[in-house]
């Protein structure tokens, strides 16, 4: 069988816009996976009663129905959230069960930047340490889906973007789903998404010609039991998302998508 490979044409140094005219985010999530000395009973009681999130809307989700006992046997379901939290305009959104919480930006043109998401991840994190008793957080992930748009983005196709696929010596030009994982330092996986809208499931912005999703995680042995830790960890992951993202941006396209 021939062997198929993806690569990156892009420089592997250029600087890292700080913010784009146009981004292509649909969804920003953090997700903290922790352990704490409550009961399983109290942990989701006590972190709707944030006062940030009081005003949202409470929501039981289907794995609720599941015993904890059985979730918690099965390491799939382990992660499935029970709970949700949602802001009146939908923009916001908070899943969480005993042994973690998620805080979601979502929709086209939802993101507001960096600067406005990092201190919402903070207050996140903080909610874990206040609320509950000796938290310890055991892992950390960082994901952002961008679904990219021909009018709004100058790629036409997926193949439009900084990368080559070859099987058999023979460039791959029809639609293609590719997975890669790049070790960035000790503490911090990345893995790469790119795909053609057919390989995707879930509601696309209309005219959608390419997804980019990157996820950032932490290794199996992390551990953090301060919240200052968790926002380096989150800060750095930040830095290697945005890393991962560009360098599929052919440097014209991204001339043109960098605000000045």
């Known amino acids: 069988m021939n062997s198929s490979l993806a690569k990156s044409t892009a420089p592997d140094m250029r ?25 399983p009973e109290l942990v989701i009681g006590r972190l709707t009663l944030e006062t940030k999130w009081r005003a949202f809307k ?5 794995a609720a129905d599941i015993p904890t006992p059985v979730r918690n046997a099965t390491p799939i379901l382990r992660t499935e959230p029970t709970f949700e939290l949602r802001s009146s305009d939908g923009t ?26 990092r201190p919402e991840l903070e207050e996140t994190a903080k ?31 997926v193949h439009d973007l900084a990368l080559e696929v070859t099987v058999g010596g023979s460039k791959v030009f029809g ?29 696309l912005p209309d005219g959608t010609c390419a997804v980019v999703d990157v996820e950032v995680t932490s290794p199996p042995h992390f551990s953090a039991k301060e919240l200052g830790k968790v ?14 993202f560009f360098k599929l941006i052919p440097s014209p396209v991204l001339s043109r998508l960098t605000e000045e």
Not at 102 to 107: A, E, L, N
């Open 127 to 157: 909610a874990i340490f206040d609320q509950l008793k000796s938290p310890e957080i055991s892992k950390l992930t960082l994901r952002y889906i961008n679904a990219i748009h021909p009018e709004r983005h100058f790629i036409k196709v």
């Open 15 to 39: 600087p890292i816009p700080t913010k784009l005219k146009d981004d292509a985010i649909v969804e920003a999530v953090c997700q903290l996976q922790f352990r704490t000395e409550d009961v």
């Open 175 to 203: 639609p293609l789903n590719v997975n890669f994982v790049e070790q960035d330092g000790p503490d911090h996986r990345t893995t790469t998404r790119i795909a053609h809208p057919e390989f995707v499931q879930g509601v």
């Open 58 to 62: 409470p929501n039981r989700l289907p």
């Open 92 to 117: 916001r959104v908070v899943r969480l069960n005993e042994n973690l919480v998620s805080y979601h930006i979502v929709g086209v043109k939802q993101y507001s930047g960096w600067r406005q998401f």
């Open 231 to 244: 926002m380096s960890w989150i800060e750095a992951a930040h830095t290697y998302e945005k890393a991962a």
